[in-house]
């Protein structure tokens, strides 16, 4: 292990965050998981032989004071956070004509900064500790734009820029950083989609097709457990990689998207959700 076994990880109730936190808890890790609607010093899940866990903590990722308050009750216990994972995230469907500009903003406010909140609370403390990783969660929807979820994919796509500022400048502090893409994977994300209001009586023919595709496609999508191994890995990674794409499949696409002209990446998307 190469950073220590204290874990902060948001939006563990469910899906990815869920099963991550239990696997990271069976490697021996202490771990925090966060839920809006936990109640602090609730332990979840423990692993006698590991000595590992999971304590679930109350946090909002969209609220600034939320989050100070869960950083500093899990510095209260372990006076460390060696690893933060910024898993926290919903979807949001909808044409880009039919999407007011708060609930763009709702979108980003919690996939892109709540990550951003997160770490500007728990930089400065892995910054005296001169060592600690970052994992953001991105998805293959920040690697290729998905029509009438534009919004979704514009949170991850800025999650990779970030991501790829946050290595460099964090670098020397010995902080490393990484954001992990997984593509469809079955979880609570498909019921906990919002459709924007507009949404329900679109004008635009494709749209309701398209998002029903997505939902099919979440369903008979990946186990979230591939996301939680591909994480658990980076833990032993003294240089983890800028992106780890989560999945054979996914890998290859997201490969090939840097040889193929832009023109028939859009061409296979297009066939595929219009
Ligand atoms: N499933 C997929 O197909 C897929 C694909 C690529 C990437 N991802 C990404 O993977 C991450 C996890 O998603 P999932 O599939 O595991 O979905 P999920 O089962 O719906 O879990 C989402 C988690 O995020 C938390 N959350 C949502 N809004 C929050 C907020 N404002 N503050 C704090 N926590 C919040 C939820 O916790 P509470 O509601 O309890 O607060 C829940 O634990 C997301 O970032 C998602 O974008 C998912």
Avoid: W
Wanted: aromatic fraction near 8%; charged fraction near 25%; glycine fraction near 8%.
């Amino acid at each position: 292990m190469e950073y220590g076994r204290v874990v902060l990880l948001t939006g563990a109730s469910s899906g990815i965050g869920k099963i991550t936190s239990e696997k990271l808890a069976d490697l021996g890790l202490r771990v925090y998981g966060t839920s809006r609607r936990a109640n602090n010093g609730n332990i979840v899940y423990s692993n006698e032989a590991s000595q590992g866990f999971v304590e679930m903590v109350q946090l909002d990722v969209c609220s600034d004071q939320s989050v100070k308050d869960a950083v500093s009750y899990v510095m209260e216990k372990e006076g460390c956070i060696n690893v933060l994972i910024n898993n926290a995230g919903f979807g949001l469907a909808g044409a880009i004509e039919e999407t007011t500009a708060e609930e763009a903003m709702a979108q980003l406010n919690t996939n892109f900064f709540g990550t951003h909140r997160m770490c500007r609370e728990v930089l400065p403390i892995m910054r005296k500790q001169k060592k600690g990783l970052i994992i953001n969660i991105g998805s293959v929807a920040g690697i290729f734009s998905i029509p009438y979820q534009s919004m979704y994919s514009a949170s991850k796509f800025a999650l990779e820029a970030y991501t790829e500022a946050l290595r460099i400048e964090v670098r020397d502090f010995g902080i490393k950083a990484v954001i992990v893409e997984p593509g469809d994977t079955r979880t609570s994300f498909t019921e906990n989609r919002q459709y924007t209001a507009e949404s329900e009586n679109t004008v635009y023919p494709n749209s309701k097709k398209s998002i029903h595709k997505m939902i099919k496609d979440e369903k008979s999508g990946d186990n979230p457990i591939e996301t939680a191994q591909a994480i658990c890995k980076l833990l032993y990674k003294k240089n983890p990689p800028v992106r780890v794409t989560v999945g054979p499949v996914y890998k290859l696409f997201v490969q090939l998207k840097r040889v193929f002209p832009n023109r028939l990446t859009e061409y296979i998307i297009r066939r595929m959700y219009s």
